[in-house]
């Protein structure tokens, strides 16, 4: 022993490849305890070590680069209690470790004996037993069958239909206690295959199914100068894995103990991992997290919604944070005169009861899934190049999400009656529950002169408002979000969602919404007297508007804001209330517009906390602007 411990220190600070015998072991040649056997690229070492500030022994393989990443552990369920651990390859090929008292702590499953066995470790990291006599190279056992908490390049993570056996990997129970923690990845193989992350039984996190270049819930992958993935699925297995770029730019995949799943790469330069990406971003990952027919949007405000044509399944507040009950179908489905609605940009929802055929077209898909009154959608299977294949979901659309940019169409069977109105408008899927009207981008388009500028009443805050006239010669106000600014997307949505819910004469009417693509769009009933600013700070203008006008338009805006306080379903405050804000219409009557600041409060709320200031300097009331109180608490409005 003691030649072969000098053995391997000369070959640890000497030419590697003299030693090429010292990758091996045989069943004339065993390792104890404080020795190791070392790949023959030098990449991984093989030995024994006692993880963190456990005191237990433990035989595994790590990066010779950094000793203390442990990418596969033997006995990870029985630590050995001393330094006398011994691991050996028997003439049956079994590959067997001893602890004093020559019991077995662990060994190989091995099916068949070879005449020769000879037990390497590769230098990818794959400890193997192979017949040292014979021109077999196939393994009859490997460590890469069996994986722990790391994904190595060459590893398999997914199911071999044939022999049953599954990849997957548990994270440890702690950095000091290797053994099988309550975390796992693995490719669930009901219906399209997807990868899931489970916490003992329960799905925490989905990254989804395999659509040609990624997993649906991670966008477009970009293609990166490290790693490339691969997936595979026919009759006989179903992996997913991953090559690297530059051999010696290592990266590996990690469930850490904590049930995160991370992409980590040396980086030469500084000597450590470096945490390239990291599967926990945002609530939307949780699994199911808006419920049945939800979908999410970590942008959104709510962040959940209900998909267009459903409606929240138990009502509720707006602000409620509860939503896994789901959403529910507003008109039940007629089966062959149903349509199908398209929503762009989403993570595709679970496959777990889908069905799929890798050569129909799109059109066949549609066709078949209109065919079968329980198909619930459809999309196309293979996103890669023109895009191959169908795939259709039964039963339930659960686990959805916004993923823009980046992520994939699907096609949703809605009762006809649900899409007239929707033609051709692109949902987001934060609109739930509203009563408006959606317009599309061609009527708008035709209505303003193609946002002519002859059109254009003036600038709002967060784009031009222009005047348009319907078809049926309705005049109207549309307020155009500015398609490069990525502000205003908040301020849109709540007023959306908080104007729609009102209606009184003396706040502005929306007469509905258009959102396509990166177009967002309000549309308003037109106020032909411009704004209250445009009379009274203007000189001659400012005549026009005698005693009893003056009279009648205060007394209308306090009736407003008396509503939107006091009346109305919700409890508003507007929080930018100026008289550029004050429309007029042909009467003279006032009527409140811009919600994109107002708040909403709960109905027997009468207090609220703002963290931002918001409104416009000159307009608010002093001890608002400064220290942040509202000068009065709601309550007190009563
Ligand atoms: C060796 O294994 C036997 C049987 O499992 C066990 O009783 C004994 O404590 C072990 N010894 C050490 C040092 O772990
Ligand atoms: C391990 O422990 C056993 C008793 O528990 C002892 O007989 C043996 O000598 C120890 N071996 C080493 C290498 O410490
Ligand atoms: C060994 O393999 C057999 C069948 O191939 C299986 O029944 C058994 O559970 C396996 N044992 C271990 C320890 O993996
Ligand atoms: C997807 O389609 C591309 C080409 O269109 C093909 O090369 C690839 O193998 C397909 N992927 C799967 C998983 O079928
Ligand atoms: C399935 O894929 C694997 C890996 O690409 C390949 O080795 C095997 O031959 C394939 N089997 C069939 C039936 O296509
Ligand atoms: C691979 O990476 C190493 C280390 O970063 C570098 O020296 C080598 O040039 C790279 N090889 C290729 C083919 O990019
Ligand atoms: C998918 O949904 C079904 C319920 O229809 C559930 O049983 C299954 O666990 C889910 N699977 C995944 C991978 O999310
Ligand atoms: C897939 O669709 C093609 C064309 O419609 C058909 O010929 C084939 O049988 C289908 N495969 C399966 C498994 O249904
Ligand atoms: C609809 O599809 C389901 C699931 O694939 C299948 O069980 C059912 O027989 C189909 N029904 C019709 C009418 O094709
Ligand atoms: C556009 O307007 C013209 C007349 O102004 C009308 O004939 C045409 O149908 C309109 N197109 C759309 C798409 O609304
Ligand atoms: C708007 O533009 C489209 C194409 O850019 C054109 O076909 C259409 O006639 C224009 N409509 C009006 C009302 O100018
Ligand atoms: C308000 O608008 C109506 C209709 O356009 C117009 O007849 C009226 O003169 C306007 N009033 C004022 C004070 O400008």
């Known amino acids: 022993m003691l030649v072969f411990k000098s053995l391997s220190v000369f070959c640890l600070f000497s030419f590697l490849r003299l030693c090429a015998s010292f990758d091996t072991i045989t069943p004339s040649h065993s390792i104890r305890d404080g020795e190791t056997i070392v790949s023959a690229g030098g990449t991984f070492e093989l030995g024994f070590f006692s993880p963190g500030n456990s005191k237990g022994r433990y035989l595994g393989i790590w990066y010779r680069i950094s000793t203390e990443v442990v990418v596969w552990v033997a006995n990870r369920e029985a630590p050995i209690g001393n330094h006398s651990g011994v691991l050996k390859v028997t003439d049956e090929g079994e590959i067997v470790l001893l602890n004093n008292t020559n019991s077995i702590v662990w060994s190989s499953n091995t099916s068949r004996a070879p005449a020769s066995p000879v037990v390497q470790l590769l230098d990818s990291g794959n400890l193997v037993l192979k017949d040292g006599t014979g021109n077999n190279l196939n393994f009859l056992w490997q460590s890469f069958d069996y994986p722990c908490d790391t994904l190595l390049p060459g590893m398999k993570l997914g199911k071999n239909f044939v022999t049953g056996l599954e990849w997957f990997l548990t994270s440890w129970k702690s ?38 270049l990624s997993f649906t819930g991670y966008g477009r992958s970009m293609p990166n100068p490290i790693f490339e993935y691969q997936f595979v699925l026919n009759e006989t297995q179903v992996y997913f894995g991953f090559t690297l770029v530059n051999s010696s730019v290592f990266s590996r995949l990690l469930a850490n103990p904590s049930g995160v799943v991370e992409r980590l790469t040396w980086m030469d330069r500084t000597h450590s991992w470096e945490i390239y990406f990291t599967a926990q971003r945002d609530q939307c990952e949780n699994y199911a997290y808006c419920g049945a027919y939800g979908i999410c949007n970590a942008n959104g405000s709510p962040v959940c919604a209900c998909l267009e044509g459903f409606v929240s399944k138990s009502p509720k507040d707006w602000n409620s944070v509860e939503w896994s009950d789901g959403c529910v179908r507003r008109t039940p489905l007629e089966c062959n005169r149903d349509r199908f609605l398209k929503y762009t940009n989403v993570k595709l929802p679970n496959t777990s009861s889908s069905w799929f055929n890798t050569t129909m077209s799109l059109e066949e898909c549609e066709g078949m899934c209109l065919k079968n009154c329980s198909c619930l959608a459809y999309t196309t299977l293979n996103i890669s190049g023109k895009g191959s294949g169908c795939l259709l979901w039964f039963r339930i659309l659960i686990d959805m999400r916004v993923l ?132 009274i700070f203007d000189h001659t203008r400012s005549k026009l508007l005698d005693w009893q006008n003056r009279i009648d338009i205060v007394g209308g805006i306090a009736r407003g804001l008396l509503y939107l306080h006091q009346d109305s379903r919700l409890r508003i405050i507007h929080r930018d209330l100026k008289a550029s804000n004050i429309l007029l219409d042909d009467s003279m009557n006032p009527k409140i517009s811009d919600f994109g600041l107002a708040r909403t409060f709960g109905g027997d709320q009468t207090d609220a906390e703002t963290k931002r200031i918001v409104g416009t300097h000159g307009y608010m009331s002093p001890e608002y602007a400064g220290p942040g109180d509202y000068g009065l608490k709601i309550g007190q409005w009563n």
């Open 175 to 212: 950095t000091d206690d290797p053994a099988k923690g309550e975390c796992s990845i693995r490719i669930d193989t009901h219906g399209l295959p997807q990868l899931v992350v489970m916490k003992a039984d329960i799905i925490k996190a989905r990254a989804g199914s395999w659509n040609g």
């Open 404 to 535: 823009s940019p980046g992520g994939q169409d699907i096609y949703i069977r809605l009762a006809n009656s649900e899409l007239v109105r929707k033609k051709d408008c692109n949902h987001e899927g934060w609109n739930e529950d509203m009563e408006l009207p959606v317009f599309d981008f061609m009527t708008i388009a035709n209505a303003t002169c193609n946002f002519s500028s002859k059109n254009k009443l003036g600038e709002g805050g967060f784009g031009p408002v222009y005047k348009g006239t319907l078809q049926e010669g309705q005049v109207v106000a549309v307020k155009r979000l500015s398609t490069n600014s990525g502000q205003g997307l908040n301020e849109f949505k709540n007023e959306v969602l908080l104007i729609a819910k009102l209606q009184h004469r003396n706040l502005v009417k929306l007469l509905g919404y258009c959102i396509q693509e990166n177009e967002k769009m309000l549309i308003y009933e037109y106020m032909p007297n411009k704004s209250l600013d445009s009379f």
